[in-house]
């Protein structure tokens, strides 16, 4: 009882974290498109406000893969669950490597490169953020589709 009640709760929390990085991210790569477009003080003030954006998805993402993590231990891990969950398991962590690795480090040089009035970099800076979010959000989707499969497969 309290495993299944520790399970849920993962659950629900994973689902929670997820929608948050999701709806944070909707407008990033717009809002880099807008940073670039306006420049200068107001630029860099869109672009500090955007920086605390990516933060936030940092922490969601870290939080979603850790609840979701939990709740597929909780759950009976690979004794329980198929290779739908076991690929969930794989993109999660490609998210987290996506949101750290390329959206933060992408949002950064953004911002460094409207410090230094440097287009060019700001440019692929913006890019790299378009990609990251563009990516992300497929992969997001993507997990969220394999959260079904067993459920359809079960019911064909
Ligand atoms: C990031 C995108 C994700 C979204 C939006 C998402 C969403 C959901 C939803 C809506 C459910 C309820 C499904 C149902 O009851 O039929 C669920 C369940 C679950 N999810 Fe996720 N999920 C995500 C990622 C993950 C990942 C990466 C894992 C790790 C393997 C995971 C593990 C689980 C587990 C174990 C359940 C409970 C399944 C059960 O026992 O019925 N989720 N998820």
């Known amino acids: 009882m309290t495993v299944y009640l520790l399970k849920w709760t993962f659950v629900l929390l994973h689902i929670i974290t997820a ?24 630029g860099a003030a869109l672009a500090e406000d955007g920086g605390r954006s990516v933060w936030l998805m940092n922490i969601f993402v870290v939080l979603t893969l850790v609840f ?14 198929g290779p739908a969950y076991h690929s969930a398991v794989t993109l999660i962590v490609l998210l987290t490597l996506d949101q750290l690795f390329v959206i933060r480090p992408g949002w950064d040089a953004l911002q460094s490169a ?16 378009a990609i990251g979010t563009g990516v992300g959000h497929l992969l997001w989707l993507i997990l969220l589709g394999l959260m079904f499969v067993d459920r359809f497969g079960a019911a064909l």
Do not use: C, N, P, Q
Request: hydrophobic share 50%.
């Open 68 to 81: 979701s993590l939990a709740a597929f231990i909780a759950g009976g891990h690979f004794a329980t669950y």
């Open 19 to 42: 929608a948050a990085w999701f709806g944070l991210g909707l407008r990033l790569a717009g809002r880099a498109r807008t940073i670039l477009d306006v420049g200068g003080e107001r």
């Open 114 to 129: 409207l410090g230094s009035g440097d287009d060019a970099a700001a440019e692929s800076a913006r890019k790299k953020v």
